[in-house]
């Protein structure tokens, strides 16, 4: 089966650090994404890791560890703009192509 | 992010009629896919194109169908629309490694 869990709320403090949790067990592995959704918006492309290790791109870093099927994303300098959803999702074969299987998303509400 | 848009971006209908969403995309890219986002759940795939009518199935495809004739355009019809089909509907494509989003579409099945 395929199975991705995130926290489904948390709440933070403007200007602090975040880090948000995600892990799988999936039926092969290809990638592992996160993205921002606003609400009542499409969600947008924050990272991608496919060797274990951190990422950082400005404000935000991402995480991966494939032998234990986990990966964080870390928000530095919170602003009340990074109050959204965080959706983690796993790049998967399937067929003779690839599929994202996505988990439920992370509410992340921001407190000045 | 890519240029994709959708039509409608709001529809109400009622239990039984069909309805038809379209994807617009401007990037030429090949892949596109059509999504279902409901509370408490992930981002579903109902169904994928790899290309001018080459289509397959995603995991919640029952009740719906696909057509691409051009590469820029994807429509999703809903058969015979029932309540539990009410959600919001995103299309992506891909470019590279990466699926750019659509808008969405809210829809309401009365």
């Known amino acids: 089966g395929q199975n991705i869990d995130q926290p489904t709320e948390m709440t933070a403090t403007e200007g602090a650090i975040v880090q948000i949790n995600c892990t799988y067990q999936?039926?092969?592995?290809?990638?592992l994404f996160w993205y921002q959704q606003h609400a009542g918006e499409a969600p947008t492309f924050l990272s991608y890791?496919?060797l274990d290790g951190l990422e950082e791109k400005g404000r935000f870093s991402s995480f991966l560890s494939r032998s234990k099927g986990y990966s964080y994303l870390l928000l530095k300098e919170l602003q009340m703009k990074d109050s959204a959803s965080y959706l983690c999702?796993?790049?998967?074969?399937?067929?003779?192509?690839?599929?994202?299987?996505w988990g439920a998303g992370t509410k992340l509400i921001i407190k000045p | 992010d890519a240029g994709i848009t959708q039509s409608p971006r709001h529809k109400v209908t009622e239990t039984g009629t069909p309805v038809t969403l379209r994807c617009h995309q401007t990037?030429?890219?090949?892949?596109m896919y059509w999504y279902r986002q409901d509370p408490g759940h992930g981002l579903r795939l109902i169904h994928y194109?790899?290309?001018?009518?080459?289509?397959d199935k995603g995991e919640v495809s029952d009740g719906y169908s696909v057509s691409r004739s051009k590469t820029e355009d994807f429509l999703l019809t809903l058969e015979s629309a029932t309540s539990s089909q009410t959600s919001v509907y995103f299309c992506?494509?891909?470019?590279?490694?990466?699926?750019?989003f659509g808008p969405g579409t809210r829809l309401l099945v009365l």
């Open positions: 999702a796993v790049r998967v074969p399937m067929d003779s192509n690839y599929q994202l299987i």
């Open positions: 992506a494509t891909r470019g590279g490694e990466t699926q750019y």
């Open positions: 194109s790899y290309g001018v009518k080459d289509t």
């Open positions: 890791n496919v």
């Open positions: 999936t039926s092969g592995f290809n990638g």
């Open positions: 990037e030429n890219h090949r892949y």
